[in-house]
């Protein structure tokens, strides 16, 4: 089934861990983003990809650090982990930018919770 | 600054219509979304909106006004199933999309 897939569905750390979330699309899009989810808050913008060896910063990325090696795989790693970092974390990919209608696929999410 | 206003809950009636809101104040547009929220789930698309006027999609339409920077989704004929979180998304003046909080929609029998 093509999407986006996402590992680990949740789990729980402590805090000052390493931790990598995985996602892998199978769709061939270029652009590839992760955002996180608060409640009460918009989704918000931690990374972006634009394409295969490109990265760029969103709304709130300090804490998280990003790679896109190849066009299916765009891993989120959390060098250090602490509490105000718990949340749902959704990988997204899109056709392309510079496009309005641009519209995204989400993976199912990974609930990170850190202790 | 940048921001999506939309209401955090509203509660409608299975069978019935129910209209839910977005007003944008962004650094220009290039086009609104609503995505479809289960609790639990990941966003799903729904509608896009570029131009002014209203897109129908089966029970669902959305409405477009840029000169007033505001938008609304209208659900039809209500199911249980219905029953998620609505989520408006902008496109700025630099292709990023700015999400508001959403709207949680309860549905009752």
């Known amino acids: 089934i093509a999407g986006i897939t996402q590992a680990p569905t949740s789990q729980i750390l402590a805090a000052g861990r390493r931790m990598t979330l995985r996602c892998t699309q199978d769709m061939r899009h270029n652009a590839m983003y992760w955002y996180r989810q608060d409640l009460g808050l918009g989704l918000r913008l931690i990374h972006y990809s634009n394409t295969a060896g490109t990265t760029g910063k969103g709304e709130v990325p300090d804490g998280y650090s990003v790679s896109r090696a190849n066009t299916d795989d765009f891993p989120l790693t959390l060098a250090s982990a602490v509490p105000s970092q718990t949340s749902v974390y959704f990988c997204?990919?899109?056709?392309?930018?510079?496009?309005?209608?641009?519209?995204?696929?989400f993976g199912a999410g990974s609930r990170l919770t850190v202790l | 600054g940048q921001n999506i206003d939309q209401p955090t809950e509203m509660t409608a009636t299975e069978g019935a219509i129910v209209q839910i809101n977005c007003t944008y104040q962004?650094?220009?547009?290039?086009?609104l979304f609503w995505y479809q929220q289960h609790a639990g789930e990941a966003p799903t698309f729904l509608s896009y909106?570029?131009l002014d006027g209203l897109e129908e999609k089966g029970r669902f339409s959305s409405f477009l006004s840029r000169s007033k920077g505001y938008s609304y989704l209208l659900l039809k004929e209500l199911q249980m199933k219905d029953s998620a979180s609505y989520l408006c998304a902008v496109t700025d003046s630099n292709y990023q999309l700015i999400w508001g909080a959403g709207t949680k929609l309860i549905i009752k029998p």
């Open positions: 962004t650094s220009g547009f290039n086009g």
């Open positions: 997204a990919s899109s056709p392309g930018q510079g496009s309005g209608a641009n519209v995204l696929t």
């Open positions: 909106n570029v």
